[in-house]
């Protein structure tokens, strides 16, 4: 499929899309934002693909939502199309998401890095909500997820400041998993996305659903949603072949069923 604003590849059980709008250091527009949508569903649809990874370039992920775009609109406008809202299409893509970020990831840029189930982090990473410095405050959700990821203090600070946390602070802070070298970053990425994707498929849309209720629902809810899905993934194929080859010492054959 042609795209305007993103490139995509697929490389065995990887799917990448890259953010593609250099002119722009990747602002998100609305075309750029469809397209996202667009491409993860398609790949969250194919049962050949078992993790996708979003990136952008080496000096942006993506440097926030498209001002320039934005600017001159209304309130009403705004919320008559409900603006941003079909960035949460994106968080129903049910097959785990790496953000593989270097450079800016600022505004939206950095919730869309957070609206993934893990930022990979190259050396050159620079997150920030400067919002504020424009006149108003995050809206695809940097106030709830940074808060969650960083903590009540750090996340005030930062988006009341516009302040930017490098790659560092943000891996000391939880906001990120790891660090890479920048110029290592596609290839750390491609392997790990290769290493989940070469896992059960049931067992990782398990994990990634399961981890995500934590976000939702009390401790007790949590942990009696956990075990529901650890039992019913005994009726995956993968459940019988990944013990039948631990117990036999062999590498597992999964099925992704
Ligand atoms: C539109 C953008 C843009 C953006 C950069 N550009 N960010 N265009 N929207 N968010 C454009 C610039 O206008 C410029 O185009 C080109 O990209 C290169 O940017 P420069 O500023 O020349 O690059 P540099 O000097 O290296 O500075 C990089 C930067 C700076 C520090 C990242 O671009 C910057 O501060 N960008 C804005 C970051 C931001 O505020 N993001 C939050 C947006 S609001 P031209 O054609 O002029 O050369 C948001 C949430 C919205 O995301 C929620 C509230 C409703």
């Not at 775009?69 to 097959?95: C, H, I, N, S």
């Amino acid at each position: 499929m042609a795209y305007e604003t993103i490139l995509t590849e697929t490389q065995g059980r990887v799917a990448t899309i890259t953010l593609n709008r250099p002119q722009a250091l990747n602002a998100l527009n609305a075309t750029l934002m469809n397209e996202v949508i667009a491409a993860a569903k398609g790949f969250d649809a194919d049962a050949g693909i078992g993790c996708i990874v979003i990136t952008g370039s080496a000096k942006a992920f993506a440097a926030g939502a498209d001002i320039k775009e934005m600017a001159g609109r209304e309130a009403t406008e705004m919320y008559l199309a409900d603006w941003f809202a079909p960035w949460e299409e994106l968080t129903r893509v049910r097959k785990p998401i790496i953000a593989a970020v270097a450079g800016f990831a600022l505004g939206g840029g950095c919730e869309l890095a957070m609206m993934c189930d893990f930022i990979l982090a190259a050396d050159s990473a620079k997150f920030g909500q400067p919002e504020v410095k424009l006149g108003v405050i995050p809206g695809m959700g940097g106030s709830q997820r940074l808060t969650r990821a960083v903590g009540k203090a750090k996340a005030m600070e930062m988006c009341l400041t516009g302040r930017f946390m490098d790659a560092e602070e943000a891996e000391r802070s939880g906001l990120v998993a790891r660090i890479v070298p920048a110029d290592k970053l596609l290839e750390e990425a491609a392997k790990l996305a290769e290493t989940i994707a070469g896992m059960s498929l049931p067992a990782t849309m398990a994990i990634k659903e399961s981890v995500n209720r934590s976000f939702e629902v009390t401790l007790a809810e949590g942990v009696r949603f956990e075990r529901r899905v650890f039992h019913s993934g005994f009726a995956n194929a993968d459940q019988k072949e990944g013990m039948a080859a631990f117990i036999e010492k062999r590498a597992p054959n999964f099925k992704h069923s």
